[in-house]
């Protein structure tokens, strides 16, 4: 390892002089960069996979998002805490949210890359089915739950598909996960944002 430190004296033919200079691995990003794991939730630096031609040093730089991914499973139901409108009144809700879904199933392009033949990337004992597993996501559905006194309730099925008009003073979100496992799982990315508008 060498190091070169280019200073400015001031002065033609001077150099500046130090005691003491110390080097520092630096492993963890700014604020403003990210860590790159191999696994969600995993700590190890590595990368899963990378993509052919991919530039390391490009010097336009990158971007990134951040998504939750939750490190468990996601199974079972999630209910808001209740809402209160201020009064009864008739008006149609909506819910606006991210749906995600994660799996571990083969991609078309992740197998392949340009310039790639059959023979590189299939053995003769290959199979459809065996080269590219179906990715099956887990189930979702959203139950809005409504009330004028917030102790008699009543709701509505399927509100991830519907814009449904209610007369309510309380309402309430309950979503249901099911048939989700480590290989592929769906789940809505918080926040879930509960509309309501009245049209006179």
Not at 52 to 76: C, H, K, Q, R, V
Request: with cysteine; proline share 2%.
């Amino acid at each position: 390892l060498s190091i070169r430190v280019l200073t400015l004296s001031g002065v033609a033919g001077k150099y500046e002089l130090f005691d003491t200079i110390s080097v520092k691995q630096i492993l963890a990003p700014s604020v403003t960069g990210v860590t790159i794991v191999s696994a969600p939730g995993g700590e190890t630096q590595s990368w899963e996979s990378i993509e052919e031609g991919f530039n390391f040093n490009d010097a336009a730089g990158y971007t990134y998002d951040i998504y939750e991914i939750p490190s468990t499973t996601l199974t079972g139901d999630y209910t808001s805490a209740v809402q209160n409108m201020g009064s009864i009144k008739t008006v149609r809700h909506w819910g606006e949210f991210d749906l995600i879904f994660n799996n571990v199933a083969a991609s078309w392009e992740g197998e392949f890359s340009a310039g790639n033949t059959w023979a590189d990337k299939l053995e003769s004992s290959d199979t459809w089915l065996s080269k590219f597993v179906g990715a099956i996501a887990g189930d979702i559905s959203i139950r809005l739950w409504y009330s004028e006194d917030n102790i008699t309730w009543n709701y509505i099925d399927d509100f991830q598909l519907l814009s449904c008009e209610i007369t309510a003073q309380y309402v309430q979100y309950q979503i249901f996960l099911t048939d989700n496992d480590a290989n592929s799982y769906i789940y809505v990315k918080s926040p879930f944002t509960g509309k309501a508008y009245y049209w006179q």
